[in-house]
């Protein structure tokens, strides 16, 4: 297992770059509910030894580690794009504007970005992709905390107004249980209807 490290952010700060911002996403393989991005900005120096990507954190950790990250932040940011949008321009695009807004709406602006794996086009700014960055870099890991905690509690919300979907167990993405309630009662409005996995899925078992 990596653990992220600060080398990607101290290099930056040695060629003089003041601010480095880290962005990440959750929801891009979901079927159902928004796309979420975080940036975030994180001190240079501070306690955040053990943290890692948040797939490879329990649910109890990601969200105490949500809090920490927050406090310790010289900024942050988290950005939904709904799935109408999504199904409007799609998901890598959903993706990538996900990001520029997360990175753009920061109180404070950064002199660099570090983002996992998408280009995601021109910004004012310098932004690196970088393969894997989420398991590396430590800026990344803790946007990648951000977005996923706080999509996870949104599809909680959508459980509510929607309970017959589990959104509470799967948060939207294509578990065996999800499938069966698709098939049970259909596409609910907050559903990807472009996504194709699930709509050929559906489509093949009706």
């Not at 996403?25 to 994180?42: D, F, K, N, S, T």
């Not at 393969?131 to 905390?145: E, L, Q």
């Not at 509510?160 to 167990?169: A, C, S, T």
């Not at 499938?179 to 209807?193: A, D, T």
Request: charged fraction near 25%; include cysteine; hydrophobic fraction near 45%.
């Amino acid at each position: 297992m990596l653990t992220p490290t600060r080398r990607q952010e101290n290099k930056l700060y040695a060629d003089g770059y003041t601010v480095v911002a880290g962005a990440d996403e959750a929801g891009r393989g979901a079927w159902a509910g928004p796309i979420v991005a975080a940036a975030v900005v994180l001190p240079q120096r501070g306690p955040l030894s053990g943290i890692r990507e948040s797939k490879q954190l329990t649910a109890r950790a990601r969200e105490q580690w949500y809090e920490r990250i927050c406090d310790l932040a010289l900024a942050y940011q988290i950005v939904m794009i709904a799935e109408r949008e999504i199904d409007r321009v799609g998901i890598a695009e959903a993706n990538r504007a996900a990001l520029r807004h997360a990175l753009t709406e920061l109180s404070t602006a950064p002199s660099v970005a570090l983002v996992d794996a998408l280009p995601i086009g021109e910004m004012d700014f310098p932004v690196q992709s970088i393969i894997k960055g989420d398991t590396a870099v430590v800026s990344i890991a803790a946007a990648s905390i951000l977005a996923k905690v706080a999509r996870d509690r949104y599809m909680i919300e959508l459980h509510r107004q929607y309970p017959r979907y589990g959104f509470d167990r799967h948060k939207g993405y294509g578990a065996a249980i999800h499938y069966e309630r698709l098939l049970q009662y259909g596409v609910s409005p907050v559903h990807r209807r472009s996504f194709r996995p699930m709509v050929d899925m559906v489509g093949r078992s009706r």
